[in-house]
């Protein structure tokens, strides 16, 4: 459905080679706290490194639970992403 968020790199024009390497390493830090499952979910919820979005009945579908659990996986994994971004911020 998607790629591995170890393949995940920023696509931005304006970034130098460093800054692509220094936000490599940001999003690897912060997606070390999340589970694979959180972090496929929030790589399909939002089309993370070059995949499509995805509904959450559809990621749902590929994991096998409802809607409304992804919807709750998606939550859980929005706040540990919100507080290690913020002790990184620090």
Same mark, same amino acid.
């Given at each position: 459905?998607?790629?591995?968020? +170890?393949?995940?790199?920023?696509?931005?024009?304006?970034?130098?080679?460093?800054?692509?390497?220094?936000? $490599?390493? /940001?999003? +690897?830090?912060?997606?070390? /706290?999340?589970?694979?499952?959180?972090?496929? /979910?929030?790589?399909?919820?939002?089309? *993370?490194?070059?995949?499509k979005k995805?509904?959450?009945r $559809? *990621?749902?579908?590929? *994991?096998? /639970?409802?809607?409304e659990?992804?919807?709750?996986?998606?939550?859980v994994?929005?706040?540990?992403?919100?507080?290690e971004?913020?002790?990184?911020?620090?």
């Amino acid at each position: 459905m998607c790629i591995p968020i +170890e393949s995940v790199s920023p696509s931005s024009q304006s970034l130098s080679i460093e800054d692509n390497l220094d936000s $490599d390493v /940001v999003i +690897e830090q912060l997606f070390r /706290v999340l589970s694979p499952i959180e972090r496929f /979910v929030i790589v399909s919820r939002y089309g *993370i490194g070059g995949c499509k979005k995805h509904l959450l009945r $559809d *990621i749902g579908a590929v *994991i096998g /639970v409802s809607g409304e659990r992804v919807r709750q996986i998606q939550s859980v994994a929005e706040k540990k992403l919100r507080r290690e971004a913020a002790y990184h911020a620090q």
